[in-house]
């Protein structure tokens, strides 16, 4: 603005070609500054090698009905169940409306008797407690965390509890009749 | 008392450095001459003590950092070979592990005392805020450093924590993939928090620097909360603060050190010695005990909670409204210099604003307490009423307060009371008798 070059001639100041360079300067600056921000946000994004390992197959042949299975894929616990009868009419026959997070279990599985899904409470990121035989299951015969308490049923689904949704199923797709692969 | 007054030192090789670079002068001026107010008690040493801690810290720190791995595969076993083969790393890791500690404990003392004789007030309310930030700074380095060694508790802990920024909507999930620079807390993440835990402390640091010029410009307050009004009311720092804060530092590291000797892990979780397992968490998760009281205001948030229900559960989730709970927890500490609307400072003549002040601290404890709890009841329901009162007294009842209340008259000068109360000599004298009012 006023500086040497320009003397004071009592009127206000305007914008001179000057000032026009400095902006010029400082926005190339600014833009400079912004564009290198970005690989230093991006660079701790997953990289490409944890990418990589993003999916995973799973042989299902050796899981029994009643059985359940935990895999990790990307560093994350999958539950895999082979669900009895009982437990597939169970939660079918659930009032959808009811629920905290409404889904049918046909939106939640592609073949009735296989439940794949994220085992990762999605309160706090506890893993559930049901896998293992002898397990508490719940109060509705599913999953149990005991972080915080929350309930899911046998489609994994919140019934109770702290947890605001129903546990995740992963994209995961039948590669043959005794095979997935997941992500 | 002018710290201007530039000494003339004996020994030519000072000199010569001190007419090129004025450390020597400086030094004299900050912490020779210093003007110190004369009534000061032991609640003055926090600060001093709290220096000491984050000194003891980075040295330990770097230490352990030669010996330590930072990979998932080895980080547990390093820190066991740390313990078992390191000569004397298990007392680097135990003071490391237990100066976590002390420094919370300290900085604690130290924020209490601010908040009962005034500190935060015109005109430190920027010392304040530093202070704040430091509080904030330490949280998140303390939270990284446990997730180091890789145990049951630093993977849960860094699991829980980081699953926080998921209730923020839209980005939240992307922010969380960010962070953790994976899907899940992996080794990235842990690579990533040891190069910040290394970090962090000498960005504390340099926060430590500006708060303590901020502290030089406005001098230190005094226990009633009044200006120094003249050489008459201060003494210089040496010897008197020197030795003042080396009796409290000597008080003070017999307690660090019947922690390290005699109960290493007394204040740790006993799971953080099983190694972290991904596919188990363990029954009950809880944080180191200097965040439990924050940890408690992030639990009180639920679904059937009368008071998120009626007032927030129109606008966001009870997981959204826990954490923002909990950062505002710390912003409106941050906020107290403004909240107060009293003139006098020091709670020794403020009788109410003196119990609302104890109320808080102890309030606070409360809070840590059921933090550690499991989530039932009644625990639950302490939680929820502590939440509440915690907010209620700073953002309601210090406003008002500061409002109604009719402080007791202050003394004339700081010298006054202390000569009354026969501290004996005259005015300037025994500096020592600190502890009367
Ligand atoms: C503000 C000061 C600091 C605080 C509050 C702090 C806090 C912590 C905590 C709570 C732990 C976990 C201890 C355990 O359970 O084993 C830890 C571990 C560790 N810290 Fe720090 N730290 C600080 C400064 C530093 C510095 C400056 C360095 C290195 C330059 C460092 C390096 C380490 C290392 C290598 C570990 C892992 C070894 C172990 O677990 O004992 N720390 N820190
Ligand atoms: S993490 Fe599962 S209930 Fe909180």
Redesign the pocket.
């Known amino acids: 603005m006023a500086d040497a070059t320009q003397p004071g001639d009592g009127d206000e100041p305007k914008t001179e070609r000057r000032d026009f360079l400095n902006y010029l300067a400082v926005a190339t600056g600014a833009v400079g500054a912004g564009a290198f921000l970005w690989p230093v946000i991006h660079s701790m994004n997953p990289s490409r090698d944890v990418l990589a390992l993003a999916s995973t197959e799973v042989d299902l042949t050796p899981i029994e009905v009643g059985q359940a299975v935990t895999i990790t894929w990307r560093g994350k616990p999958v539950f895999i169940r082979h669900r009895t009868e009982a437990e597939i009419a169970d939660a079918q026959s659930v009032d959808v409306a009811d629920l905290p997070d409404p889904q049918t279990d046909d939106e939640r599985v592609q073949q009735a008797p296989w439940l794949v899904m994220v085992g990762i409470c999605t309160h706090l990121g506890c893993v559930p407690l049901g896998q293992k035989p002898n397990d508490p299951k719940g109060e509705y015969g599913g999953w149990f965390c005991p972080c915080h308490g929350s309930h899911y049923d046998t489609s994994g689904r919140i019934r109770k509890g702290p947890a605001p949704l129903n546990l995740p199923v992963p994209g995961y797709e039948f590669t043959s009749d005794t095979s997935i692969l997941i992500g | 008392m002018s710290s201007h007054s530039a000494p003339t030192f004996k020994n030519p090789m000072v000199r010569w450095i001190d007419s090129r670079l004025p450390v020597f002068s400086y030094m004299h001026a900050e912490y020779g001459t210093f003007p110190m107010p004369k009534n000061l008690n032991y609640f003055w040493n926090f600060g001093a003590l709290a220096m000491v801690v984050?000194v003891v810290?980075?040295l330990?720190?770097?230490m352990?950092?030669m010996?330590?791995t930072a990979h998932i595969d080895y980080a547990f076993d390093s820190?066991e070979r740390?313990m078992r083969d390191v000569n004397y790393g298990w007392l680097?890791?135990y003071v490391?592990?237990n100066?976590?500690s002390m420094?919370f404990i300290v900085v604690y003392i130290h924020m209490f005392r601010g908040m009962y004789y005034g500190s935060y007030k015109q005109p430190r309310e920027l010392l304040w805020l530093l202070g704040v930030v430091i509080l904030v700074?330490?949280m998140g380095?303390?939270f990284m450093?446990?997730v180091?060694?890789w145990?049951q508790m630093?993977f849960w802990g860094a699991t829980v924590i980081t699953n926080l920024f998921s209730a923020i909507p839209i980005v939240g999930d992307s922010i969380v993939v960010w962070l953790w620079g994976g899907f899940s807390v992996d080794n990235p993440t842990l690579n990533r928090f040891?190069a910040l835990?290394?970090l962090?402390?000498?960005v504390?640091l340099g926060v430590v620097i500006l708060h303590v010029i901020a502290l030089h410009v406005t001098k230190s307050n005094n226990p009633d909360g009044i200006d120094v009004r003249g050489p008459q009311d201060t003494v210089p720092f040496h010897p008197y603060f020197t030795a003042k804060d080396s009796v409290g530092l000597g008080v003070f590291l017999m307690v660090f050190a019947f922690f390290v000797f005699f109960a290493p892990n007394y204040m740790?979780h006993p799971d953080?010695y099983i190694p972290a397992d991904p596919l188990v968490t363990p029954a009950h998760i809880v944080p180191?005990w200097y965040f439990l009281g924050f940890y408690a205001i992030l639990r009180s948030f639920t679904d059937d909670w009368w008071f998120f229900a009626w007032f927030m559960s129109w606008i966001m989730d009870a997981k959204l409204a826990g954490v923002l709970a909990m950062f505002g927890a710390i912003v409106v500490l941050a906020l107290l210099p403004w909240l107060d609307t009293s003139k006098v400072r020091s709670c020794r003549y403020r009788p109410i604003q003196k119990w609302v002040i104890i109320l808080f601290a102890v309030n606070f404890v409360v809070l840590s307490w059921v933090g550690g709890q499991a989530a039932e009841e009644p625990y639950v329901s302490i939680a929820q009423w502590s939440t509440l009162l915690y907010f209620f007294l700073l953002l309601v009842v210090v406003p008002v307060v500061g409002w109604i209340e009719r402080p007791r008259p202050l003394p004339s000068s700081i010298s006054e009371p202390v000569l009354k109360a026969g501290g004996g000599g005259m005015a300037g004298a025994t500096a020592a008798k600190m502890e009367k009012s």
Do not use: D, K
């Open positions: 984050l810290m980075i330990t720190g770097i352990l950092a010996q330590y820190v740390i680097l890791r490391h592990m100066g976590a420094f700074l330490m380095t303390a450093g446990y180091l060694p145990g630093s040891f835990h290394y962090l402390p000498f504390i740790g953080n180191e």
